[in-house]
């Protein structure tokens, strides 16, 4: 009994040890496809506005911004630069490492800033942030699984992740390590980065560190479970 119980619970968790992106129906068959079936773009573009959508209930519950814009606060008081700027200047950066990490951009790439974007100037004003303390953490945590849930519909269309998310599938790839580890491990430091050179850190900012990487992984492994046949390769 003791063992079925210790069963239950490790697949319950098995989602932690997802190591890759899985091929579904909507999957382009390469990620430099010009010329994507429509169905792969309307998968990618519902990613990617339920992606902004999570970034904006984040943004608006005023518990702190994400990693990366805490690293862009720090850059910025380090250089004097503006917050555009270092966040230009970090993408560029970002996208530099995809390089040795042979990671190849798409259609996707593009998407992902114009999309995200526009849902954060379009929508972020309609969405009000709670006056009680506790409502504000709760729809931080529900940001961030949103956010994960995007990310996952759209990066399994296969036509080139964003600037972070190539960051995350190429050290995955290169380390085997699973996408949970990979992606947390990634916006931590980020975080750690960010604040030690004066970018504000608040409990969204923590929990965006914390939560995304198993968000996008239990995305990745409801969807392979769906709609894929065990093309997720898990420990």
Known sequence: MALERL????????????????SLFWSSYKPLNL???????????????IFGLGEALLVAAGTGVSPWTVLAQGV???????IGLSTF??????????????????VGTILNAIIIALILEFVLPYIP?????????????????ITGIGGG????????????????????QLSNLPIAWVRSSIEITV??????????????????????????????????????????NAA
Do not use: C, E, H
């Open 7 to 22: 069963s239950y619970k490790l697949s319950i968790l098995s989602f932690l040890s997802v190591k890759g992106i899985p």
């Open 35 to 49: 010329r994507p079936r429509l169905i792969t773009l309307v998968f990618l573009v519902l990613g990617l506005i």
């Open 76 to 82: 910025s008081n380090a250089t004097g630069w503006s």
């Open 89 to 106: 200047v970090i993408s560029i950066s970002v996208l530099s490492l995809w390089v040795p990490l042979k990671q190849t951009p798409g």
């Open 129 to 145: 942030t709670p006056g009680l303390d506790l409502f504000r953490v709760l729809q931080a945590i529900m940001g961030v699984f």
């Open 153 to 172: 519909i759209y990066l399994v269309s296969n036509l080139g992740p964003g600037p972070r998310d190539g960051l995350m599938t190429g050290l995955q």
């Open 191 to 232: 975080v750690i980065a960010g604040w030690s050179i004066g970018g504000v850190v608040g409990m969204g900012t923590l929990i965006f560190a914390f939560l995304i990487g198993p968000s996008v992984a239990t995305t990745l492994f409801v969807l392979n479970k769906l709609f894929g046949q065990n093309k997720v």
